[in-house]
């Protein structure tokens, strides 16, 4: 049993450059969400989905799309780079939004120059 | 909006106890407790429903007082492993956003 999986676990990214973020569950979870994490913070919600199909904002949404075709996926796309994005980004899962636990992916690590 | 935790960060030796408070201004669905070590994704403890109750984890335990929004973590007999950064998320009355507190960064020396 995987759990979350979660890829690339380090890239570098140009400044105005796009990439996805890819993040995978095998727990059947309807409940999935991304979060930052900047160096000693806490972690920022940036996207959320119930269900597929279903997708919300969080705390800090702007400059990232989400989408959420299957049970199991939930992409996360940087649209346009910039050095602010820097961060450790978690990739969480869950049964349910705020009845269960979550359970994280080990994370990736983005610097943009 | 996020809760606030305190202490920001604790020393203690082993065998000594702590507590970890979390507190919020909007009413809540739940509370949820993580440990994170350095470099590591965050692992779940524990969740409390709103309902005011009070569950147990090993030697760590957790109350939720739902009418004043907070929370509290205990850990006794602090073991070595114990170590960490903890971190309380409210998850909103509606049950849909999981926000997390700035952390709480425990030390357990020899």
């Known amino acids: 049993n995987a759990g979350v999986t979660q890829t690339p676990k380090f890239q570098v990214l140009k400044t105005g450059q796009s990439m996805t973020l890819q993040c995978a569950q095998d727990m059947n979870h309807e409940y999935m969400s991304w979060y930052r994490q900047d160096p000693g913070m806490g972690l920022r919600l940036i996207h959320y989905?119930?269900?597929?199909?279903?997708?919300d904002q969080g705390e800090v949404p702007n400059g990232y799309n989400v989408s959420r075709s299957t049970t199991e996926d939930f992409p996360l796309r940087l649209l346009s780079a910039a050095p602010s994005q820097t961060s450790v980004y978690f990739c969480?899962?869950?049964?349910?939004?705020?009845?269960?636990?979550?359970?994280f992916g080990s994370g990736t690590r983005l610097t943009v120059v | 909006q996020q809760p606030v935790q305190s202490p920001q960060a604790v020393i203690l030796r082993e065998g000594e106890d702590a507590v970890i408070n979390c507190s919020s201004s909007?009413?809540?669905?739940?509370v949820h407790w993580y440990r994170q070590k350095h470099g590591e994704a965050p692992v779940f403890l524990m969740i409390?429903?709103?309902?005011?109750e009070q569950k147990g984890h090993e030697k760590i335990s957790a109350s939720f007082n739902e009418k004043k929004q907070q929370s509290s973590l205990y850990l006794t007999a602090s073991q070595l492993s114990y170590s960490g950064t903890y971190f309380c998320?409210?998850?909103?009355?509606?049950?849909?956003?999981?926000?997390f507190g700035g952390g709480t960064r425990l030390m357990v020396k020899p």
């Open positions: 409390l429903l709103k309902g005011g």
């Open positions: 969480a899962s869950s049964y349910s939004s705020g009845g269960s636990g979550y359970t």
């Open positions: 989905s119930v269900g597929a199909g279903i997708t």
């Open positions: 909007k009413a809540l669905y739940s």
């Open positions: 998320g409210t998850c909103n009355n509606a049950g849909n956003m999981l926000t």
